[in-house]
């Protein structure tokens, strides 16, 4: 026998039992008179309340104990379970696409939001070497103002030097024409003017400031030589009286 005719059998015949009862009782409920009918219902309340107590309390019974029966309704019963897993599952798969979808786009805006920091660090970089730049470059041009401020300095000064020592200090002609009469044979040793000296000495001390003496011949005239040692401008060699420095009036 098909296990769902066999049920359905099985209920209707329960069916049938119920509205034999349920006609009893109505039928009952016709024939007593009306005083009665109050006790009647008293009666079945409290029945149906016992009963209800005992369905309550006692374990539920299988319809039948056919195999088949049984298997069937746990198919039926798998079944429900599996749409319900089923529901579930698809509930959420559609949740973790929703979250899958976030997670991108989160991830995108992360790296949106990289690649505005790399370019605003770079921009930064970017100001940061100009400014250096042009700092070092006005750096560069004041010292270049100043470097050509002291050479033009330097030209007055040597300018004004020149000047007041060819007034004051001038070589003497008529010693080198005697020169020339006396020693025609030898060669004419062609002096130093005293400007020409203390450049040469002034050049040796910045130049070599470790060796600053010059070697005094024939081109210094003796006179400019004592003028420049009496007046301590320039100090001897304390071992070779032909050498002479500019004195260190810097230190």
């Known amino acids: 026998v098909d296990p769902k005719e066999e049920i359905l059998d099985e209920c209707e015949s329960i069916w049938k039992q119920m509205e034999k009862c349920q006609s009893k009782l109505l039928g009952t409920e016709i024939l007593l008179p009306?005083?009665?009918?109050?006790?009647?219902?008293?009666?079945?309340?409290?029945?149906?309340?016992?009963?209800?107590?005992?369905?309550?309390?006692?374990?539920?019974?299988?319809?039948?104990?056919?195999?088949?029966?049984?298997?069937?309704?746990?198919k039926e019963e798998l079944q429900k379970v599996k749409n319900g897993l089923e529901m579930v599952l698809s509930t959420v798969q559609s949740k973790n696409k929703q979250l899958e979808?976030?997670?991108?786009?989160?991830?995108?805006?992360?790296?949106?939001?990289?690649?505005?920091?790399?370019?605003?660090?770079?921009?930064?970089?970017?100001a940061n070497t100009q400014v250096e730049h042009t700092s070092t470059r006005s750096q560069l041009n004041e010292l270049e103002n100043k470097v050509l401020m002291l050479k033009t300095y330097k030209k007055e000064l040597l300018s004004a030097l020149g000047g007041f020592l060819d007034e004051h200090f001038p070589l003497p002609q008529n010693i080198e024409n005697t020169k020339k009469k006396n020693s025609s044979a030898e060669p004419v040793v062609k002096l130093k003017t005293l400007q020409e000296i203390l450049e040469m000495l002034i050049n040796t001390m910045m130049n070599t400031p470790h060796e600053p003496y010059v070697t005094i011949n024939q081109s210094f005239w003796p006179p400019y030589v004592e003028l420049l040692l009496r007046c301590g401008i320039a100090l001897r060699h304390p071992e070779d009286p032909n050498r002479m420095r500019l004195q260190a009036f810097h230190k």
Request: proline share 4%.
């Open 34 to 74: 009306p005083d009665a009918k109050l006790s009647l219902l008293m009666l079945q309340w409290k029945a149906l309340t016992v009963d209800c107590r005992q369905w309550q309390a006692r374990s539920p019974e299988t319809i039948s104990t056919n195999p088949d029966v049984l298997l069937e309704l746990g």
């Open 101 to 126: 979808k976030d997670l991108e786009r989160e991830q995108q805006w992360h790296a949106e939001q990289k690649q505005t920091l790399q370019a605003l660090n770079k921009i930064e970089e970017e």
